[in-house]
C-alpha cells in the first residue's frame, strides 16, 4: 500500500501528465506541484498559475504548454496612453541585471538620438526651445545615467526605437526624469525586477523579459541561457547598482516599502489612482508627428556590415534603391525586400518572392503602351492583374497559387537586379550540404486554402524527388500554415483556419528529412522572437521569421541547421 508521500507525489505527476496535450516534453514535477498549490486552477482548463506574488503571476497555458509572466489587474504598467515599449523595457530589465554595463555602453552609443529626444521634451514641458547640446539637455542626460530604474526604460525604447523606427509621443514622460517619476513605470519596473529574481530562484526557468522557457528546453543552447535570467545568473553587479530600497526589496524578496522617494519605487495602482489616471489619459494630448517625419532627424548607429555566415532576412521593403545592409556570405532573402527596384549585384544566396515584389518589378512608367509593359502584356486580361495595378489591396486573395508564368516573369526581373543570388520559384538549391527549397507563396491565402495546400503538396513532391535523405529547409514568403509559422496566436493577424487540413503534406514531412521552415510576411518584431522549435508529423523542427530592423539585418541559421543535421 503506498504511503500518503508516495500517493502525493503520484498525484502530482499525474496532474503534470494531464497537463500535456501535444508535446512530449513532460512537465516538471515542481511545476505540477506550484499549480496544485493555488485552489482556482482547479476551475482553470487553459492558464494554470504557477507562480505569484503582490503583483505579478506566472501563468501555464496548458493548450500551447508556454508559460507567461502577466502583471495582475491592480498594478498599472505606464500612465502614459498609447504606451507600447512594456515588452522592451521588461527585456532591458533582465538585461541590466545581467549585463548592466552592456546595457550603459548601448545607451552612450545612442546618445545623440537621446540629446534629440530630450531637446523635444524639454520644449513640450517648459515651452522653451533649447539646443540639442546645450546646458539643460545634457543635465536631462546626465540625469537619465544616475537613475537605473529610468536608464532602463531608455534602454527599452531604444530597443523599440531601432526595431519599429523614431518614438516621438508624449517625450517629457519618456525621457525627463521629473516627468517620468509619474508615469509609474519606475514602479513598474521595481516590482518586476522582484518577481523575476524570486521566480527564477524558485523554479527551472529562464526568463528573458517576454518569454519563460523550462531551463532543460534551452539548455542545449548556451546563447539564448546567456540571454535570461536563470539561478544561475550573477546579478551582483546589478543590484550594486540599483537604489537601496529596490535591491534591498529584490534580495529579500518583500513588499516595496514607503522610503525616500528619490527614484519613486512605488508602483502606481488601479484602486489607489483610478480616477485620476482616467482623467490624464482622457486629456492625453500625443505630441506627435509620424514616424516617417522623425526618421529623417535620427542618426542609425548601427554597423549595416552582418557578417552571419548564413544570413536569414525578409521583409526589408527598402525605400531608396539600394539594400540597407552588407552580407559578403550566403543569404537567405524571405520576400519583400523591395519597395523601390532595389539593385545589388555583389551579394550572394538565395531569394524567394514576396508579395510586394509582384508591384516592385512592374515598370515605373504609367504608359502600358510603353515597350516595357510587353512582357506583362499577357496577363492585362487576368482579374488579379488588373486589382494588382489599381488597388493592390485587394489583389492579394486573388493571386494565382505558386504555378503559373507570371511568377516565372518576375523571377526573370529579379534575377536581373541580384545576379549573384538564386531566386527559387519553386526550386531548389544545395548549399554546404543543406538542400533549400523555396515555394512561391507570396501571401497567406486563407480563403484557398485548399487549392494552397494542394500546390504546397505537389510541388514539395515534385522538387525533393526521390532523394529522402538530403536535410532540407523549406522557405516562403508567407507561412506554409499555422503549425509551422511564428505567428502567435494572440496576433491580429493569426487565423486559426489556416492550420495544415492536407494529411497527405504530413506524411510527406514525414519521409523526406525536412528539419526546418522558414518564412516572413507577418513583420515579427525581432524582440519577440526569431525562431522556434515545433513538433509536426512525428518530428522536430525548426521555424525561423526574422524581419529586418536597424539592429536586426538578419539572423545567422548555422547553430539550427547543426542541429538539425
Not at 514641458?125 to 531608455?154: H, T, W
Not at 552582418?306 to 537567405?332: C, E, M, T, Y
Not at 487565423?495 to 494529411?503: A, I, L
Request: glycine share 4%; aromatic share 10%; net charge negative.
Amino acid at each position: 500500500m503506498k504511503s500518503e508521500k508516495e500517493t502525493t507525489n503520484s498525484l502530482i505527476e499525474n496532474r503534470a501528465a494531464s497537463l500535456q496535450t501535444t508535446s512530449k516534453v513532460v512537465l516538471p514535477p515542481s511545476l505540477a506541484e506550484r499549480i496544485e498549490r493555488y485552489p482556482e486552477n482547479k476551475r482553470r482548463p487553459v492558464n494554470k498559475t504557477v507562480f505569484k506574488n503582490d503583483y505579478f503571476q506566472l501563468t501555464y497555458n496548458t493548450r500551447n504548454q508556454s508559460m507567461a509572466i502577466s502583471s495582475k489587474g491592480d498594478l498599472v504598467y505606464s500612465a502614459i496612453p498609447y504606451d507600447t515599449a512594456r515588452n522592451y523595457i521588461q527585456r532591458a530589465a533582465i538585461q541590466y541585471l545581467l549585463h548592466p554595463e552592456e546595457i550603459r555602453r548601448y545607451i552612450e552609443l545612442h546618445q545623440t538620438t537621446i540629446e534629440k529626444y530630450l531637446m523635444l521634451s524639454i520644449f513640450q514641458v517648459s515651452g522653451n526651445r533649447v539646443d540639442d547640446k546645450s546646458f539643460e539637455v545634457k543635465q536631462a542626460y546626465k540625469a537619465i545615467l544616475q537613475n537605473p530604474l529610468l536608464e532602463i526604460q531608455v534602454a527599452g525604447r531604444l530597443m523599440q526605437h531601432d526595431e519599429t523606427g523614431p518614438l516621438s509621443a508624449n517625450l517629457a514622460g519618456k525621457f525627463l526624469f521629473s516627468e517620468n517619476i509619474k508615469t509609474g513605470i519606475a514602479g513598474y519596473i521595481s516590482e518586476y525586477l522582484n518577481f523575476v529574481v524570486q521566480l527564477a530562484n524558485s523554479l527551472p526557468l529562464m526568463i528573458d523579459g517576454k518569454d519563460v522557457q523550462l531551463l532543460d528546453a534551452v539548455e542545449q543552447d548556451q546563447l539564448l541561457i546567456d540571454k535570461g535570467l536563470t539561478i544561475y545568473s550573477d546579478i551582483e553587479s546589478a543590484l550594486s547598482l540599483l537604489p537601496q530600497e529596490v535591491k534591498h526589496d529584490v534580495e529579500q524578496a518583500l513588499a516595496v516599502t514607503d522610503s525616500a522617494q528619490m527614484v519613486n519605487t512605488q508602483p502606481l495602482l488601479r484602486s489607489q489612482y483610478g480616477e485620476e489616471l482616467s482623467r490624464t489619459r482622457e486629456n492625453y494630448v500625443a505630441h506627435s508627428v509620424h514616424p516617417d517625419e522623425a526618421e529623417k532627424y535620427f542618426k542609425n548607429v548601427h554597423s549595416t556590415e552582418n557578417r552571419n555566415l548564413i544570413n536569414v532576412v525578409s521583409d526589408i521593403h527598402a525605400q531608396d534603391g539600394k539594400l540597407p545592409f552588407v552580407n559578403r556570405h550566403f543569404n537567405v532573402l524571405v520576400g519583400d525586400v523591395s519597395d523601390s527596384h532595389v539593385q545589388d549585384e555583389e551579394i550572394e544566396g538565395i531569394y524567394v518572392i514576396g508579395g510586394h515584389e509582384l508591384m516592385d518589378v512592374l515598370p515605373e512608367t504609367t504608359d502600358v503602351s510603353d515597350e516595357q509593359w510587353d512582357k506583362w502584356r499577357p496577363f492585362f486580361n487576368y482579374e488579379w492583374f488588373k486589382e494588382l495595378m489599381q488597388e493592390t489591396d485587394e489583389a492579394w486573395y486573388l493571386l494565382p497559387t505558386g504555378e503559373h508564368d507570371f511568377y516565372e516573369v518576375v523571377k526573370t526581373e529579379i534575377t536581373s537586379r541580384f545576379p549573384k543570388m538564386k531566386l527559387l520559384n519553386n526550386e531548389y538549391l544545395i548549399y554546404e550540404g543543406i538542400r533549400y527549397v523555396g515555394l512561391t507563396i507570396p501571401v497567406a491565402l486563407v480563403r484557398r486554402k485548399e487549392a494552397l495546400q494542394r500546390f504546397i503538396l505537389n510541388a514539395l513532391e515534385k522538387i525533393l524527388g526521390e532523394d529522402v535523405d538530403t536535410p532540407t529547409v523549406i522557405v516562403s514568403h508567407a507561412p506554409l500554415f499555422n503549425e509551422l509559422s511564428l505567428l502567435p496566436e494572440t496576433s491580429d493577424a493569426y487565423n486559426k483556419d489556416y492550420v495544415c487540413s492536407e494529411p497527405q503534406i504530413e506524411k510527406l514531412f514525414e519521409r523526406y528529412n525536412i528539419i526546418g521552415a522558414i518564412h516572413g510576411h507577418h513583420h515579427i518584431p525581432a524582440s519577440s522572437r526569431r525562431f522556434k522549435n515545433v513538433e509536426f508529423a512525428g518530428k522536430r523542427m525548426f521555424v525561423v521569421c526574422s524581419i529586418y530592423s536597424k539592429v536586426n539585418t538578419g539572423f545567422e541559421l548555422m547553430s539550427l541547421l547543426e542541429c538539425g543535421k
